[in-house]
């Protein structure tokens, strides 16, 4: 049971599953973060747990895992049923993507059975047909259209367009030639599109000199778009090709689709599949963002939490760049209600909600984030009373929506719940609250259950210190600088330190004066030896703390001066020994070459002639050393890159100016873009060969039918480097205009975004660009770019 209803809007269980679904790649991720329940058996939850810690694994691995097209098909299903019935060719094709994602993952877990046992489990009742992927794919292309010989009709019909087109063009080039020598026409145009028929501008002032039939005319009205009667009969013979091209096209859509048609409950259960393992991957990645674990179980009815952190406090303080002060709390069977004070604005209801969320994060089948040392256990129920249920409808005071809480607390509660209350008794007279809720609390003991309980009242702690099952615990203080340290400590109560904070904000002595003599010497005494005991603590972990890091300073010191005396050691006999090599080496070559000038002088009987010789030998020897020596010590110098140098890359022909070296990199300039490079990588050129680089290169022989046969309308740039991509982009781009190709798909990955970035840039330098967009979502997004041309 859970009480109350909008329990997870007070734990802020709610803004977990925003973050969840902002993590999930698609609908299909997210509908499953919707079914998300608090659950109470044990098995379920610890199947959902170790399915989010293998992912946790797989992303942490960096292993190749479909990232994308996670698509929902169920909007497709109904259009799927009707007979005669077909998808649209993107339609369709987000099928294709969809089985490719799905095959990929089934391959994936295969591959990884024996890594990932508990997430390969959800393949087995998936029985996926390849046929079906293979049919569907193979006349599909990259760009998700039906390709040329998806079918011989389809081949013919097409083949027939480029050549009527082609023939069409150059038709109209020699219209154009003709139209700008009588100055019909401006000295810049070129065949463009109307109505979906190739027309050419021409004067407005000359529309009558040229015979044809205008298609509209320019925003300013100076231009006509004109189609001159010479190619009208070409023109109609394209336009009927292009209607028998889209009567074949959804002949072969209308069969594709009936593919899928007695598939649809296949379908159904791949889109759950997918939906489960992206939800499962959401958990994961929400995981690493708060550094969470999976925890132990503990055999017994009790927990013990090491280094609990709330998880939406912790990524907060992760945007302010603070450090969250973290929690260690545990209940058992002896001490099952732990009685947490301390002041106002201490810590106490982020304590109690921190314990309240992650329980119910992990009965959600959520990691959470404790230490993995830490234990949790099992609760069926959970109930809470946190905040001010004050209700003007229903005419409640806080203090009566507490009683009401209460009195439902009180009817539930057993040894399998959970329950946690805020500002315990408060709302009403302090004698009567306190009363009650001592009774109250005396019930909550004999129930056997587990809680959370805060509080201001003395009565409650001294209580909670007679009484078996019952801890107290005291949120930390700093009397000296009189502020909070978000610190748990169990064991002992803690002071709300009003009467020092009162005097912090600057009520005047007289006025806490009094308020010591109505409280009583007793209670102010109490409250001070408390504050007392604080500080103690406080000073005997500053001095532990510090013990403790001078303590690892030593061992650390201890280890490295270990290690550079091993290291200094193990040097000294290598360089001995190298020595002693090298001295061998040089007696022995030594000693070879005068046996060697004592044989030869011996074999020619000491002959003044030839000891001379040899000796000159010698001398010419050294002398070469000497000079190849010097030689080489010069050429390195003359090899050493220096600021405003021109090099290019080893083994390309990128060519740059070095601006700045930083160390081992060098800072080029190459054109408007600024690169770094490792020196070890460059060779110097040249100023000729940067000037070379930048003049336009001219083309002779364009074999324009073979050129539009081969030109691939989408170019991969990833895995390049930035300097790579301004040349390789260019003669794509120049080729692409010339072949008066519409839409084009540049591939360049998401990553820091540096390709993105130069890629764009380039293409603002193209007039002919008429628009420059993002892929679909689903396709790439902002990891492929799309230019139409005019």
Known sequence: MLYPSNLEVKLGFDKIRELLKEACESNLGKSFVDKVRFSADQNNVEMWLSQTDEF??????????????YIDLAPLFGKIRVDNSYLLEEELFDVILSLKTLNNCLDFFQEKREEYPVLSELTYPIVFDEDLLWSLARVFDERGRLKDNASDRLYEIRKGILEEKQRLRRVLDNIINRTKKEGFTPDDVSVTIRNGRMVIPVLAEYKRRVKGFIHGESATGQTVYLEPTEVFTINNEVQELEYAEQREVVRILMELTGYLRPEIENLRQYMQFLGLVDFIRAKARFALKIDACKPKWSE?????WQVAKHPLLLLKHKELG???VPLNIFLEPNQRILLISGPNAGGKSVCLKTVGLLQYMLQCGLLVSVNESSSFTMFKDLFIDIG??????NDLSTYSSHLINMKHLLGHVNKKSLFLIDEFGTGTEPQYGGAIAESILMELKESRGMGVITTHYGNLKEFADKREGLMNGAMRYDLKKLQPLYE?????PGSSFALEIAGKIGLPNRTIDNAKKKIGVKQVSFDQMLGQLQLQQTELDKAERKITAREKELEELTEQYAQLKSHLENQEKKIINEAKQKANAIVKDANKEVERVIREIKEKKAEKEAVKKQRERLDKLKQETAVKEQFEKAQAKSDEIKIGDYVQLKGQDTVGQVVNIKGKDAELSIGELTSFVRLNRLEKVNRKAYKDQGKTKSFSGFDYVSKQTDFNPRIDLRGMRAEEVIPTLSTWMDEAIMLGVNELQIVHGKGNGVLRQVTRELLKSYKE???????HADRGGAGVTLVSLN
Do not use: H
């Open 300 to 304: 017994k009815k009790e927990f013990n």
């Open 488 to 492: 748990l400590e169990i064991g002992k």
């Open 56 to 69: 946790v694994r797989i992303i942490s691995s960096e292993e190749l895992f479909p990232n994308s097209n």
């Open 769 to 775: 660009i008429s628009s420059v967009r993002d892929e």
């Open 388 to 393: 001010d249920e004050q209700s003007i409808e």
């Open 322 to 324: 603070k450090e969250v």
